[in-house]
């Protein structure tokens, strides 16, 4: 079986998200995986996904450095804690806070790579370093740090 | 005429914008206006702005935060400068740097709103404070920094 990415080990219930959800038809449905030491996405923006005329909206940006950052947790948890990845276990982390630079217009048509580094794996809590680039330059960076989804989810109102 | 946001005075080429443009027909077209010394603006998330079963998803969150931001930025600069808006004649904001803390699950369903507070007009330059709400409660907080687009935007690459 070929893996696309960390999402394919989702659950069923953590599967629907926008950005990366295989199971949300309307998503992004990005694939997040290893190369070396860095965690890597890469997404094609869609005609519409534009900001000015020729660029992609922030928050296409945004949104694809959440998921990427998301995504990349998961990885560097299942790494630190010594989890194989099978069937449906991976751990699901959600975002607790992102920040994004918007270092120059993202030019919209060429495929665009999220590349991640850990920063930091404590507990339930992992920091992830992005950048995002275009045709070999980086357009944005950013940081997410995202949090273990509780065991119990879904029950809390 | 009913007058909807300050987006609705945006030249034709600023007007395409996924999250903001009125232009883009598969967007947000997201309206945002004063309400005192406030800046606001309400959108009601589609079903498939899923994150985990039940939220909104984060992305979309930074897209409206980033959106509502250069909106807000625009008024903000108008007002400041003493510009009458009419027509066509907004000034374009585009943001520079984005920061979202997700403060708790934003429930899929009920009408967003996202409201700002200016913190800076300075030069070409805005700063923007927001959060975001459902249901009266503050699921996110965000500040967005956004630059003026040049006059000759467009001609750079």
């Not at 599967?15 to 290893?34: P, V």
């Not at 996904?49 to 990427?68: M, N, Q």
């Not at 975002?95 to 030019?107: H, N």
Request: proline share 5%; aromatic share 8%.
């Amino acid at each position: 079986m070929s893996i696309k990415g960390i999402q394919d080990y989702y659950e069923e219930r953590f599967s629907h998200c926008y950005g990366c959800g295989r199971l949300n038809e309307k998503g992004l449905q990005i694939k997040t995986n290893w190369e070396g030491d860095e965690t890597v996405t890469r997404f094609t923006p869609r005609p519409y996904h534009t900001a000015l005329p020729g660029f992609v909206y922030g928050g296409l940006i945004a949104s694809l450095i959440d998921c990427h950052g998301t995504g990349s947790s998961t990885l560097a948890y299942a790494k630190a804690n010594n989890i194989t990845l099978e069937g449906s276990n991976a751990p699901r982390f959600v975002t607790g806070s992102l920040k994004v630079e918007y270092k120059k217009p993202t030019p919209l048509g060429p495929e665009l790579e999220i590349r991640g580094k850990i920063r930091e794996v404590k507990g339930k809590k992992v920091i992830v370093e992005a950048s995002l680039s275009a045709e070999d330059k980086i357009c944005a960076t950013g940081e997410i740090i995202s949090i273990l989804v509780p065991e119990n989810f879904g029950q809390i109102k």
